[in-house]
């Protein structure tokens, strides 16, 4: 009688243990954070800003991820597939133009430009990232180009595929906002923006 009991328990144990099993083993299957179908193609950005003084010693530093734009992701895929998709602008180039300006108006995806621009987007020097599918743009504000009367807080900056202003001149890629960093009419900006695609 006790030989009976103790087979019975050992057999619901089992018993509990497979359906235990398969429940995990069926979760882990299904669990989209294991499926390879929802990974996809991102972009991933970088700012830093520097603030060089006349005597070129660093007086001011911000860094932050960027929030990449609609419009950027539509340009990007209309390039690499040939797409139709809506663009604020005729994609005229590289996304090597940085701008800047003074809002504080947060980083938004329906955003297709600067909210205050404060000087022409800068054409940037291009390089290749440290790592695959990574690529570096540098723009160097010089002194005056900013400003040339009193300081002026540079709070927002964005990235570009040309000079002009206005979504009827460029398309935007990328955007955000960061804390105030203030630009003297002496002083230089240094402006880095990585993109990483993954």
């Known amino acids: ?24 083993l069926s979760q882990e299957f299904s669990s989209p954070q ?23 010693a660093i007086k001011a530093y911000r860094q932050s991820d960027n929030l990449v734009v609609t419009n ?3 340009v990007t895929a209309n390039r690499i597939f040939g797409t139709t998709l809506t663009t604020s602008h005729a994609f005229s180039g590289a996304f090597s133009y940085i701008g800047v300006g003074t809002s504080a108006t947060a980083a938004a995806v329906t955003q297709t430009d600067l909210s205050a621009v404060q000087s022409a ?21 010089p002194a005056n180009r900013l400003t040339n009367s009193s300081a002026v807080g540079i709070q ?4 570009f ?8 001149n ?15 009419p002496a002083d230089t ?10």
Do not use: C
């Open 121 to 141: 987007h800068r054409l940037g020097t291009v390089s290749n990232g440290a790592i695959h599918g990574t690529a570096q743009v540098q723009v160097t504000f």
């Open 34 to 56: 294991n499926s390879a179908k929802t990974e996809g193609m991102k972009s991933l950005g970088h700012i830093q800003l520097v603030v060089l003084g006349p005597d070129g």
């Open 156 to 159: 927002e900056s964005g990235l």
């Open 161 to 168: 595929d040309a000079q002009g202003n206005g979504t009827a």
């Open 189 to 198: 900006l240094q402006v880095t923006w990585t993109v990483t695609i993954t």
């Open 1 to 24: 009688m006790t030989t009976t009991k103790y087979t019975a328990l050992i057999v619901g144990l089992v018993a509990i243990a497979s359906i235990g099993g398969a429940y995990a």
């Open 72 to 74: 950027g992701d539509n």
């Open 170 to 184: 460029a398309n935007m890629f990328a955007r955000q906002t960061f804390s105030s960093i203030s630009v003297n």
